[in-house]
């Protein structure tokens, strides 16, 4: 129970983490009314979240995993809380790019903790599972932060509505906080564990648990290189790098399509949106999970197999999703591609998880962060927001959605070298 209870910790805190990344993109059309900003502008500007959220990445997580992890992700909730806080006082674009910047460097450093202690928590057959369990606070945090802010910007303004989401991950950032000290407060004399509440005993705890690693700056240069001579590691990372580049452009982009394109306010396209990704997102994640930790028992390489086929398939759907002129058909459309490319997100987090030794990773994770948004919505916004300028949304988005195919063949490939490269990982752990 204790790491069920941790996990559940660590979900609530990743749904707000997202909320708080795509709420702004929900108030697009009023940031842009406001502002008077071009689509390159408002692309730049979710594109400025992610260049720092890379930037931050790999130093985050050398840092991280040398330090608690309680202590990191209570730190990280704090700093992007209230960054986001200071959203809303913002008085043009550049001010608005620092505060993003800001947030997305602080939730950098909990992208490459909060995994890494659950894959842990699950050394065996249940990682994939309870990977798949945690990673559904990206759909459930997006959604809710396309919902929150369409209806809350549409009655209060985006500045105050960003100031009023800011307000849970502050309370969460103070609960984290308090399991960091209750652990170090009740570590017995002999360095285990006390009577700490339960979640926060549930996974190691980074270097509060262990020697700190006696790795320099240049050793773990080596190190994030080493991760990328593991087939499996770089075909998994790839691919969501990808996938990506297709959905995180998406994501930003969506509910500006649906106020373009669809004619629909603020509040409905959000609600639309958000009720899709999470609905979708929820099912295919589950499901994603399932089949891959169903299917390992018989052959590892499910992971990258179930992942491949939900992208390959997904991508027509997703395009027609966007090409057709009825409302109802693209929002079922919508549903049926973002459900079947979301079932690689239990399978990939796995296979990063499986493939590298207990002590890399954390650092497995940081690296993974880096190269997925490095290559995939870092660029994307930006990308397709001059694409929108010169060709029009539809077309953009549709050109986008082309990069889940090449993700899809990295997944068939990555299956041909996942059994090896865990075996080679158990043998080192």
């Not at 408002?42 to 720092?52: E, I, K, Q, R, T």
């Not at 065996?124 to 559904?136: F, K």
């Not at 939900?310 to 002129?325: I, W």
Request: aromatic residues 10%; glycine residues 12%.
């Amino acid at each position: 129970m204790a790491v069920v209870a941790a996990v559940a910790f660590l979900t609530a805190v990743n749904v707000v983490k997202y909320v708080h990344r795509q709420a702004p993109y929900a108030l697009l059309p009023l940031i842009q009314a406001d502002l008077g900003l071009a689509d390159y502008q408002l692309g730049a500007l979710a594109s400025a979240f992610m260049a720092a959220y890379v930037v931050a990445a790999l130093p985050l997580g050398w840092l991280a995993s040398r330090g608690s992890r309680w202590r990191w992700i209570a730190g990280s909730a704090a700093a992007w809380s209230l960054a986001t806080l200071g959203s809303g006082w913002c008085g043009g674009l550049w001010s608005l790019v620092a505060a993003r910047c800001a947030t997305g460097g602080a939730q950098a450093g909990y992208g490459a903790v909060a995994p890494a202690a659950v894959a842990d928590g699950f050394p065996g057959r249940g990682r994939g599972t309870a990977l798949a369990l945690y990673s559904t606070a990206i759909p459930l945090g997006s959604a809710l932060g396309y919902v929150a802010a369409g209806r809350l910007g549409l009655a209060v303004g985006w500045r105050a509505c960003l100031m009023l989401l800011a307000l849970p991950g502050l309370a969460l950032a103070c609960a984290a906080l308090v399991l960091s000290r209750s652990r170090r407060e009740n570590r017995s004399p002999d360095g285990g564990a006390g009577p700490a509440p339960a979640a926060a005993n549930a996974f190691p705890d980074g270097a509060a648990d262990a020697r700190p690693p006696a790795s320099t700056a240049p050793a773990a240069c080596r190190d994030y290189r080493a991760l990328f001579g593991i087939p499996s590691f770089a075909a998994g990372t790839f691919a969501m790098a990808l996938m990506t580049f297709a959905l995180g452009g998406m994501a930003v982009w969506m509910p500006m399509f649906f106020v373009r394109v669809r004619g629909l306010d603020v509040s409905r396209a959000g609600d639309l949106f958000g009720a899709v990704t999470a609905g979708a997102g929820l099912l295919g994640i589950a499901l994603g999970g399932w089949l891959a930790e169903r299917r390992s028992r018989d052959f590892g390489k499910a992971y990258f197999l179930v992942a491949g086929w939900g992208m390959l398939a997904g991508l027509p759907l997703a395009v027609a999703a966007v090409l057709v002129r009825d409302l109802r058909l693209s929002l079922a459309l919508l549903f049926a591609a973002e459900f079947l490319v979301f079932l690689y997100m239990g399978p990939l987090n796995a296979v990063v998880a499986s493939v590298t030794s207990p002590d890399k990773r954390t650092l497995a994770f940081a690296a993974n962060i880096f190269v997925v948004h490095a290559v995939g919505d870092t660029l994307s916004p930006a990308a397709i927001g001059a694409a929108s300028d010169a060709l029009g949304l539809r077309t953009a988005l549709v050109l986008a959605l082309s990069c889940l195919a090449p993700a899809a063949g990295l997944c068939l490939w990555g299956a041909g070298h996942y059994d090896q490269d865990s075996q080679q990982a158990c043998a080192v752990g």
